[in-house]
């Protein structure tokens, strides 16, 4: 079992940027991958940007050049550090960790561009 606690949402105006955490209860290293992904209301969640356990990342062509993903394994915490944020951005982000067998998810957080 993982529990994920994202933080780190708020409002932003457009062209700021804002950066998000993800705490994981369990050491993210034994994680395979730990992933953002987002809804926006009345759409379907998408993926956002993924890392592996080696560091591999992988990003959606929509965020590429803009949004950088990290992990600290030291504090069980991955971000999403998020610039030149526009108002399509906006959404309730959430952390994914996906293991062999299963996956978990946070609670998510809302970023909000608009000025």
């Known amino acids: 079992q993982v529990q994920l606690v994202e933080s780190g949402g708020g409002l932003v105006q457009p062209g700021g940027s804002l950066r998000v955490s993800c705490a994981a209860s369990k050491s993210i290293t034994s994680i395979l991958v730990m992933g953002w992904y987002r809804q926006a209301p009345g759409e379907q969640r998408e993926l956002v940007a993924t890392?592996?356990?080696?560091?591999?990342?992988n990003y959606a062509d929509s965020v590429k050049g803009r949004f950088t993903i990290s992990r600290d394994n030291a504090k069980n915490t991955v971000y999403l550090q998020m610039n030149m944020l526009k108002p399509e951005d906006t959404a309730v982000y959430y952390c994914?960790?996906?293991?062999?067998?299963?996956?978990?998810w946070g609670q998510g957080t809302q970023v909000t561009v608009s000025s």
């Open positions: 890392i592996t356990s080696d560091g591999s990342t």
């Open positions: 994914k960790a996906r293991l062999v067998f299963t996956e978990y």
